[in-house]
């Protein structure tokens, strides 16, 4: 089986807590482990997970505010320190190129990793990966913001019930993938006669935007969407003001995307009880809730059901 979750490494916007680090996560999915908006700290938190500097595949980075991105100097450091031997992707809005450059040489280290550097241009770029297609969209903040989505095409799982009652075995079986159908003693079998369609899994990652196109676009059809909200209703004004989402505002926009999973994070400090976002969004939400916390782990939900047919 393959492994398909969210580690949680900080889950604080702005300032630390004694009980939140500053932002982090990390996805795996497959072959892909992505750490996203590692903040100060990043490094230290990877130690209480599973996760280490070494698995890491791939590094985005929604935009340059410090809570998302100061603990880029160390992480990027500690894969020279540990000798990576694959290389490591890089992503970040274009416009923040400068302040990658810095945090990439914030201090003299022998760099022996191999990063490749590949900057976010424009709304809507998309990167080929082996399981599937991680898409960039442009958010609402003060300055250039985009959030990532991983998309998995759908595809097909064969019935091997079916594939024996047709006496299909071996190389057919993936030519029968392939073409869509096979001719076999004069009768042609097709594809959907002997599988089921496998409806792709999504994953979305939106942080620090105001309410935008960008944010719907990232979040449909979800099955885990990781979303901040940095407030409450009570500062919906302020909120809008600076470019964050409330509770609220985060669980609508699940909601009305069709959302499995939904975790919220990114959690300003003037907020001591955290069930008051949990409160706060199941009143628009009614699908999987997590209040996230740090050092935890989330599983992607099992896959949907295909429709019949
Ligand atoms: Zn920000």
């Known amino acids: ?11 604080a916007s702005q300032a630390p807590t004694r009980q939140r680090n500053h932002n982090g996560y990390v996805l795996r999915w497959d072959d ?46 500690r894969l020279s320190l540990d000798r990576v031997a694959h290389p490591v992707a890089v992503h970040f809005p274009a416009g923040g190129a400068e302040y990658f450059a810095r945090l990439r040489h914030a201090t003299s280290f022998y760099e022996t990793a191999e990063l490749r550097v590949e900057p976010i241009e424009a709304d809507g770029q998309r990167i080929t990966l082996g399981c599937g297609t991680l898409e960039a969209r442009r958010l609402r903040h003060p300055i250039e913001t985009y959030g990532y989505r991983l998309v998995e095409p759908d595809g097909h799982r064969m019935l091997p019930e079916k594939l024996t009652a047709y006496g299909i075995a071996g190389p057919a079986v993936g030519e029968l993938i392939r073409v869509g159908h096979l001719d076999l003693n004069g009768r042609r079998v097709t594809r959907d006669e002997v599988s089921v369609p496998r409806p792709g899994q999504r994953f979305a990652f939106v942080m620090d935007t105001g309410l935008c196109d960008g ?30 989402l ?16 939904l975790v919220l994070t990114h959690f300003s400090q003037r907020y001591s009880d955290p069930r ?18 740090d050092l935890t782990t989330v599983q992607l939900p099992p896959r949907r059901v295909a429709s019949a047919g």
């Open 1 to 11: 089986m393959s492994m398909r979750e969210l580690v949680v490494l900080g889950t």
């Open 276 to 293: 008051r976002f949990h409160d706060e969004a199941r009143a628009h939400f009614d699908g999987d809730l997590i209040i996230a916390e």
């Open 32 to 77: 892909e482990v992505i750490l996203f908006d590692p903040g100060e700290g990043s490094q230290r938190q990877l130690l209480h997970t599973t996760v280490t500097a070494t698995d890491l595949t791939r590094i985005c980075v929604t935009h340059f505010h410090g809570d998302h991105c100061l603990g880029l100097p160390g992480t990027i450091q």
């Open 215 to 244: 944010v719907y676009a990232l979040a449909e059809h979800a099955d885990l969407l990781v979303i901040e909200s940095t407030f409450l209703e009570s500062e919906a004004a302020l909120a809008a003001e600076v470019g964050h």
């Open 246 to 261: 409330t509770a609220a505002q985060a669980a609508r926009v699940a909601t009305e995307s069709g959302v499995r999973r």
